[in-house]
Structure formats: C-alpha cells, structure tokens
C-alpha cells in the first residue's frame, strides 16, 4: 500500500501537466458548486438568524407549558395553545438560572396579530412582540435604532420597524391606538407612544415588520396575565452537553413546577423555510447534474492519459507489477488529485466567501432581500455543504477508477517494450 | 485547399480519441440545452402564471394603490382604495384591439370563520364576474366545483383558496390515540373512571389500570354509530352548544343512511370530546365543500380604531389555485360582494385587462392611460412588471443561478478541449516532425488542429442537442419534479431551436479558444528539432 502511494505520489508530480488539467478542473467545479451551496446555507442562515431569530430567537432549552407539544400535534387550535402558558415564570427563570450550565433564561412572546391606529388611518396584521427589558439581549443583540430609542421602560411605549415610519407616516412621539382583538378574542384599544425606530440587523422587512413593546405593554394587547409568557428560552454555557442539562432540569422542573416541560429548541419551535429549502433543493439537484458531467469528463481525462502512458504501464508489467497494484496504484493518484483539487476548492471558496463577506454586499432592493435571505449577501459554510461536495467527487474518483482502469491497463508488456525500444 | 483533406484524414486515423472528446463536449451541449430551457421555461411560464392567475397584463388602480401594487411589501392602510369604472370605461377597454377581457374587480383581505367562530384562514377575495374570471385569469385551477344542493341558499359560492401545507389536519380524525388525551396523572384516573361511567358497556369492567385497554375501548365506541344514545341525561342538564351540535350530527348519522365507518368514527370522535372537553382534543373542523361558513373582512370606507367588521355568509363551492406558496386568492361572484361592502355601482378596486398579444403591452397601456387622463382620471394603469414586484425576484434568481452553471459547462468544455489537444501534440510530435519535413508550415499544422475541433465541436453538437432535446422533450412532457413554485410541483419546459442554437455558438468559440493554447506551441517548434527528435 505503502509503495502504492509513494509511486501514485511521484507520478502526479511526473505527469505534472496531466494532472494540473485535472487539478484545475476539479478544482474550479468544487468552487462553484461550494460557492451555490454556501449561497443556499448564508440565505437560510440569514433567514433563520435575522428574521425568523426576531420571532423565534435560537436556543438550546425551552420551557412550555407542559401540554404545549401535544396539543399543537394534535391539532389543536392557536385560542387554546395560547392559553398553553408558563405561569410565574419569574420565580420559575431565578430557579434555572441558578443551575450552573445555563447562561441565560429569557421570556418569548408570540406575535399578536392586531392594528395600530395612527392619524386617522387603520393599519392592519401588525405583529406585536413583548420584551422583558434588562432581560433582552436577544431582542437587543439582533437590531440597530435608527430614530429615537430602545423602549424605556414605559408599559405603553412601542418600538417600530423603520420601514413604517414611511409606510405608516408615524414619528417619535406620536401617540397611537392598539386596535384589533387580544389572543383570546377580546376586543382591544389601548394608547401607545413610539419610543423609537430599529431594523433587524439582517433585514427583510417585506416578511417581516414587527413591533416591540415592554411585557407590560404586551400582556395588554395579548390578553396575558401578568408573569404569564408563552415560552422561556435557555442559553447553555458552552461547554455544557444540552442533553444532561436537559435531564437536569427535567428532574427539577418536575419538582418546582409540574405544569411545565422543558424540551430541545426544535421540538418546540418550526422555523418555516419553506422557500428556502426549496431552492437548496433545486440546488442540490443541479449539483447532482454537473457531477454527473464531470464525472465523465474526468473518466474521459484520466483514460486518454493512461492510454499516453503505456510505455509506463508496460514498464510496470515488466518491472513485475500486477494488474491490481496498478489499478490500486492509478486510483491512489486519482484520489490524491481530485481530493487534493476540492479541499483547494472549498478553501478557494471559503476565501471567497470570506471576501464577499467582508465587503459586505448590502442591497435595499426588496428582490434581491428576498434572494439573499436578508438585507445583505452571506456566503455560510455548513458541514453538511462540506460532506455533500467531497463524497461527490469521491463518487467520480470511485466511479473514475472502476470503469476507466480496467481498460486502460489492459496494455501487452511486449508491446509497450518494443514501444520504449523504438 | 488540401486542408479539409487532411482534417479528415487526421480524424479518421486519432479516431478513438476524437470521439472520446466527441462525448464529452456533447455531454456538456446536452447539459447547456437542458439548462437553458429550464431557465427560459422557468422564467417564462413564472411569469405567466402570476399573469394567468393574479395580476392580468394591465390593471387601472387607484393612484394610491398603484404605490402599493408596485410595492406590495408596503402597508396600506384599512379600507378599499375605489375607482370609479362605468360603462364608456369598459366599453373602451373592450373595444381596443387587442383586448382580449377587461373584468372589474374588487379585491379585500380577510378571514374564514367556521360557525363556531374559530379562523380557518386569511384570504385576498377577489369579487369578478365568473364568466369574466376565466377569460382574465385563465391559469386558475378550479377543482371539485360542486352543485349548488339549494338555489335559494343565502349563503355566497365561494372558491376558496387552495389549501396550505400548514392547514392540513396532521392528526387522524376517526381514530383516539395517546396524543389525543389532554390529563395526565390524577386527572387521566379521573377521566378513566368517568369514561367508563359514562359508556360501561364499551369497558371492561376487569381491565384495571391498563391504559391501553383504555385506548382501545374507546376507539372501539367510535365505530358504534348508535353512540349518542348512550350519552347519559346529566351531561345534557346543562345546555352546551358543542355537544348538542355533536349529538345532532351523530344523530343524524346514526338514523340516517348506511354511510362511511370512517365518517361515523368522525362524528363519534367530536361527540366525546364535546362530552369531555377537558379531557380530549377537539377535532378540527376540516375544510369542506358545502358548510356554511362566514367571511369577514373590514368596512370598505369606515376607518375607526374600533370598527365593526362586515360579515358575509358563505360556502364553499370548489378550490382555486392560483400561485402557489403566494398564492391566497380565493373568488366569489362580485354583486353580492358589492352588496354586502353597500358599494355604488361604479365603484371598484380595480380594472384587470388580459390582452391577447404580451408584445403589445406598451402600447395598450399607454392608450389606456391617455384616454383616462383625457377624462381628467387620475387612476393609473399597471403592467405585470409593476404589479408582479413581488414574484419577479425568485424568477430573477433562479435565472442568475442557472446562467452561472451555463458558465460552469462551457468553462468545462474549455479545460477539456486544452487537455485533449494538449496530449495530441505530445502524441503527434513525429507526425508534426514528418509533414514539416514535407514542406507543412507550423502555421498549416496549426489550423489542421483548429479544423478537427470545428469538426469534433459540431458532430458532438448534433449528438448533444439531440441529448439535450430528448431530455427537455420528456421533462416537457411528463414535468420536473420538485418545482414548489408551479401547479403539482412539476415544471414543464419548452423547447427551442433558440437554446441548441446558442448551445453551438457558446461551446464553439470556447472550444477554439481553448485549442489555440496548446496550438501555439506547434507554431513555436523548430522544424530542424523535430526532425531531429523524430530521427
């Protein structure tokens, strides 16, 4: 095996140029199609960070009602899952805090359907969101102010998306009327004031246009109680194994609160990527296709090559050399190039990626947000990006060996002697 | 004059390797065919859907409306944005040439309510004329249209908006498993005992604690259809609308006509858990043809913090698809929708206008808006472009993604072409040695080079386009899977003579280009060299 290597090693290096073809063109093929995967994974990563991080912000835990999961798998409708709450959750969030795995344990609302009332003018299906101010960094760490400031505290004051200080005509200051009907049905009008304006980070206000207020604020327009929220979620330290914390606070749980359960971030939460898995879908497919291409370009590259070395091969023939050392010895050279051509890719990509990262390519155009995921291009690299690109052109190595070798190495020693003689 | 001669004397004696490459570029022209149908087909039939099926060619909106139709991410504010459209209108728009439709329209948002008050869903309604729908927006997919059962019926035909992959009902409906039970502990004990209290004749009386059992008693009551008589009279003492309603439903069945198990098993299971609400999830209503329902939607002028909403009786009476993943249309006749909204007889949101030809949209909308102008209207035409800001950008960027991968295979085509002639001038330099000898000059040689590759380029053409045309022929035929953005997730492509053709005149030039690096070393060689070498 040893000396397999060793000689598919010094032929790659003999036959510089043949394997520099073959070098560039994989190489070239693992960039795009690392770049198209990259620009899948930064769109959903983007969504899924930015917008959908608004309204279902990541975390490792989350505590619910303990009923929550099985009724909305049953079916059930949003009036009863919104009565499914986590009551006293104050006491309830010093009680995981104190574990010493948990970074953080903040309170999620859901979005409140409802109107805002301003100058005359009804707008309808505006989000309102409630924050526990002190306790808001996943609120806080996602948004820039543009006008006036972060909410202050005030039960009723609001903090718009900068989108509708245009949409909606409104300014710091105004005084505005929450209009519509809270979770339960009740019909809602209550004052407000605009303490400010933000955008998320990673903007597209064309999903996404949500309003914050305090959980003051909120439990008046969701019909709550006070210190009744629908979720808390936890951030572990990062050293911890969210599936021991998980059993932990399980058993605490039960003895602190039965009412509620405790289970991983995806049980609960669905983030809805409809759009965009769709489209890695479609991407994934078109990979398939140009494997599919290059594979027979390279079974076409590495058999012609052969063919110009058989006075080589005879050589090995004549040196003694059987014919599944040099099978084992060809795809050894194969392997090295094409594994050698796609971690060159990948890495020509990540820089790539990195650079348009960097230069941080921002666009108002609501198409191109739309695209992107976000307000701005992101090139994201996930593992299973990195796996998908070398197990395929590991496919056209394997595939490469097992139906170019065979032929190519059926050449006559003699023949190749007489060859070399000549 | 002797060249082609020689071109063809050359392929013939390197034939294996001429055809190896011969595959290879067809493969890529097969690839280049194949991609560029799919994104025309993509573009062109995206485009045509929302044509077909949402915004018509040409819309005259209210000037206000025009804003948000052309920025459908804006928020308008409540209440309908009205033009006025009477009868000198339309008869101009019906007589411009080239007008195929020209259909009034009103067009709201709101909610299905079922008549227990719980939301089945937001929709756009759009009020048209139904011999006006299908000649303006032809691509909608109307399905399981039924009968009206009463003429007199009060309650609006309604085409509702096909169903999302959100409002299917996950969960069986004529079966009670675990997932249903909504007590746990104490309270799961409790139930078991008045379940068993309630229907000792479907319960073991020795079964103990065994939950299971449990489970598939009750399942076993839901197939008795005669159920609801065995509900005891205290559980009625006190008046509950749900379970009156579930014991006239089961009722009705159960003294009805045989019919369905699965059915019975359905209204059995609504019947206990309005019998022990507390205990089972109640069974979502599911969307049916036939129910009565209501549609609500806000006052069309009234714009109050608080106002009362108007509330129309309706029933489905079929699906409509329009766009899918976006699509949230659903269609009622527009008198009634203009008699419930109490709008005058000229007053519309919109004019949607289908013309015959697409090239001459320009044209007719520049017409249009003349003659509005000229009336002193200040409404405003639309086009597609405009009103379709928010579909363009997918179309947009699955064409950018498939152009790219075009790149990708003619950049292929060049990395292999520079390989392929690159070992044949190694492999020919005896040759090259030998007709320079004769008297060939490097140059000659050269385009000797340069014609076999016009020849391998144009036979593997022939080959690929005929690959890439028995391809896009069965995905136009039978559909590309996976494709969520059109009707059954299939999209069907088109062929075009266009596609081959630009397939030829990107690999040719890139093949040639690419064979000219390694020709140019044929130029540099020395005759006196390779005579030497070749001795």
Partial sequence: MMLSLKLAFRNIFANRQRSLVIYIAITLISTVLFLFLSFSDGEIENFTNGIEGLRNPPADLVVSHWDYLRAREAGEKAESLNKMTVTRFRALSEKIAGVKEVEAVYPVTIPVNAGLYVHGKKYKDIQYLGVELGNDRHVRDRILITEGHYLSGQPDGLLLHASMKDDLGVSVGDAVIVTGSTLFGQALAENFRVEGFYRSKIDLPTVFKAIYTPLAGYDLISGYYENEVPFLHLDLVKSASSESVLAKLQTLLKTIDPEVAIRRFGDIHQQSIAVYGAIRQIIISITLLIVFVVMFGVMNVVSTNLVDRGREIGTYYCLGASRGFLKRMYATEILLVNLFASCTGIVIGLLAASILNGVGFETHDVGLQMVFGGDRLRLATSVSSIVWLTGALLLVTATTALFSLGGALKVSPVAALQETQN | ?535
């Fill in chain 2, 1 to 535: 004059m002797y060249l082609h001669k020689l071109v063809l004397r050359s392929l013939r004696r390197h034939r294996e390797r001429g055809r190896r490459l011969s595959i290879l570029i067809a493969l890529c022209i097969a690839a280049i065919v194949f991609l560029l149908a799919m994104m025309d087909s993509f573009f062109d039939r995206y485009v045509r859907l929302f044509i077909d099926t949402t915004t018509a060619h040409l819309a005259i909106v209210h000037p206000d409306a025009a804003e948000l139709k052309r920025k459908p991410w804006k928020r308008g504010a409540e209440g309908l944005l009205l033009i006025e459209a009477d009868e000198d209108l339309l008869s101009f728009l019906r007589g411009i040439e080239g007008v195929v439709a020209a259909a009034p329209i009103i067009r709201t948002s709101g909610e299905f309510l079922v008549l227990n008050g719980d939301q089945q869903g937001s929709t756009t309604m759009v009020g048209i004329d139904p011999d006006d729908r299908q000649r303006v927006f032809p691509g909608l997919r109307i399905s399981h249209v039924s009968e009206r059962r009463d003429p007199d019926e009060r309650d609006v035909p309604v085409l509702r908006r096909s169903v999302q992959f959100w409002e299917a009902i996950k969960v069986a409906t004529d079966s009670i498993t675990e997932g249903d039970l909504r007590v746990r502990d104490q309270e799961l004990v409790r139930f078991e005992e008045q379940a068993r209290d309630a229907f000792p004749r479907y319960f073991s009386r020795d079964a103990g604690g065994d939950r299971s059992a449990f489970l598939r008693s009750l399942d076993a009551a839901l197939a008795d259809p005669l159920l609801y008589r065995g509900v005891p009279d205290r559980y009625r003492q006190k008046y509950d609308w749900r379970l009156e309603e579930a014991i006239a439903a089961a009722q009705a069945l159960g003294d009805g006509e045989k019919t369905e198990i699965s059915r019975i098993r359905y209204v059995n299971k609504q019947l206990l858990s309005a019998l022990f609400l507390d205990a089972i999830s109640p069974v979502s209503e599911s969307i049916q043809l036939g129910t009565p329902m209501t549609f609500q939607t806000s006052s069309p002028r009234e714009v109050k913090a608080l106002s009362m909403p108007v509330v129309i009786p309706i029933e489905f009476a079929g699906f409509a698809e329009s766009m899918p993943l976006y699509g949230f249309e659903s269609f009622m006749a527009i008198q009634p929708l203009k008699n419930y909204l109490q709008l005058g007889e000229h007053e519309f949101t919109e004019v949607a206008i289908r013309l015959a030809d697409i090239g001459r949209i320009d044209s007719i909308k520049a017409r249009i808006q003349e003659y509005l102008n000229g009336r002193g209207l200040n409404d405003q035409v639309l086009d597609y472009r405009e009103m379709g800001a928010g579909y363009l950008p997918t179309a947009l960027g699955i064409r950018i993604g498939l152009m790219v991968l075009v790149g990708l295979f003619i950049a292929a085509v060049v990395i292999f072409v520079t390989n392929m002639i690159l070992l044949a001038v190694i492999k020919r330099r005896r040759e090259i040695g030998t007709v320079v000898a004769l008297g060939m000059s490097p140059r000659e040689y050269a385009l000797l080079f340069l014609g076999e590759i016009f020849v391998i380029v144009t036979i593997a053409w022939i080959g690929g386009a005929l690959l890439g045309s028995i391809v896009v022929a069965v995905f136009a035929k039978f559909g590309m899977p996976g494709m969520v953005f059109f009707h059954d997730h299939l999209l069907y492509f088109d062929w075009s003579a266009r596609h081959v053709l630009l397939a030829y005149l990107f690999v040719l030039p890139g093949a040639l280009a690419a064979a000219l690096i390694p020709v140019s070393r044929v130029l540099k060689l020395k005759p006196v060299e390779v005579l030497r070498e070749t001795q």
